[in-house]
């Protein structure tokens, strides 16, 4: 968990160095950079910082225009893509599985170049791995081979590397992206941020890398409660994927046969009006215990499955851990590096938001104003 730790600070920091040399003062996409700075972590943490320069052929599903994107680029981009696919081919509807590899219109040409593309890279990446054997090397892939986990074959770890960027990538770059957007809409939740960040940051800045460590970043009470009620109002996932009843049962009256499919509506939890207190509102006050908002609006305790971004027991979200850490670490920093302001009129007045499974990629135009640069640049210098 160290070294996770260890790579996450180091990967935003150099992120969040690049856009501070382009000026003090940069209008970004803020969800196209919160996904830059997650997916360049994510990708640090699979395969190895050695892996971020990389570029793969990319097509465009709608018009097949080919570029190269790096490999964090290029698996972000696969995950919007792929309610793009859905849309575009409604067989996908009828068989998913059988319609999985059939190119049957352009859109399934362009998804499947681009899926083949990604597994080969990674392919070869396990085979140059597998032949370095480097004791030191702290990357997914390393220990998996290092630990001799049970694999059949290398699709199996290509499998597994991809569920894992799905599952670490997407609900933080999410979170953040909705959290930023949260906090600009609400001023007065800027200063309790600034309150919990502030001293904390002050105290470490000198050096980062040793002394912002997990034990101290969970002390910041406020920033737990700020991504924890973001993911509430938006949850990375509005819908879970398909789970089936194991046995017949009765749920709410409903008979339920075994094999029978279902969804979690996570995003209508999320909202229940007999679970929260006015539920279109930013309040991380929600998860404080000792808070009249920590209650149901008749005052009795919430349902323990009230809140569940990344569902629970068996089912639970492979990237939990990874994400919470990741949450607590880059949070702090992305308030110690920058001021945000939303740039574009129309979401200054409606707050705008993003979510796994969208068909466009909404775009967020941020004013990110430098507020303390990142000291000495080469500390935090990838290998």
Not at 143 to 171: C, H, N, P
Not at 357 to 371: E, L
Request: proline content about 4%; glycine content about 4%; some cysteine.
């Amino acid at each position: 968990m160290s070294q996770i730790a260890q790579t996450v600070k180091r990967v935003a920091l150099n992120t969040f160095a690049e856009v501070q040399a382009q000026g003090d003062c940069n209008v970004l996409d803020i969800n196209l950079f919160t996904r830059k700075v997650q997916s360049n972590i994510i990708v640090s943490q699979l395969v190895g910082s050695e892996y971020l320069k990389p570029k793969l052929s990319y097509r465009d599903l709608s018009t097949g225009e080919e570029s190269r994107l790096d490999v964090g680029q290029h698996l972000g981009r696969m995950i919007d893509d792929i309610m793009v696919r859905l849309t575009g081919n409604p067989l996908l509807a009828v068989n998913s599985e059988y319609f999985a590899e059939k190119e049957i219109f352009a859109v399934d040409k362009h998804f499947i170049h681009n899926v083949r593309v990604m597994r080969e890279f990674l392919r070869q990446v396990v085979t140059d791995k597998k032949k370095l054997a480097d004791p030191d090397a702290s990357d997914m892939v390393s220990l998996l081979l290092k630990e001799e986990v049970s694999y059949s074959d290398a699709e199996q770890i290509v499998d597994d590397l991809i569920v894992l960027f799905i599952a670490g990538q997407a609900t933080v770059q999410n979170t953040t992206t909705n959290l930023i957007a949260m906090i600009c809409h609400n001023p007065e939740e800027l200063k309790r941020m600034r309150a919990c960040v502030d001293p904390f940051m002050a105290e470490v800045q000198d050096n980062i890398m040793e002394k912002m460590t997990m034990d101290a970043v969970d002390e910041l009470e406020y920033v737990k409660l700020a991504y924890m009620e973001a993911m509430r109002m938006e949850a990375p996932v509005s819908i879970t994927m398909t789970s089936c009843m194991n046995k017949d049962t009765k749920v709410c009256g409903i008979d339920m046969r075994e094999g029978d499919a279902f969804w979690v509506g996570i995003q209508y939890a999320h909202n229940d009006l007999e679970q929260w207190k006015q539920p279109a509102l930013f309040k991380p006050d929600r998860f404080d215990s000792t808070s009249e908002w920590f209650k149901r609006p008749d005052g009795g305790k919430r349902s323990p499955f009230a809140y569940t971004p990344f569902l629970g027991g068996t089912r639970v979200c492979l990237g939990k851990t990874f994400a919470e850490v990741t949450l607590r670490l880059t949070i702090p920093l992305w308030y110690h590096c920058f001021d945000f302001e939303l740039a574009e009129p129309e979401q200054q007045k409606k707050r705008p938001f993003v979510q796994v499974g969208a068909t466009k990629s909404t775009v967020i135009p941020v004013r990110m104003t430098t507020r303390n640069k990142v000291a000495d640049l080469s500390n935090f210098q990838l290998d």
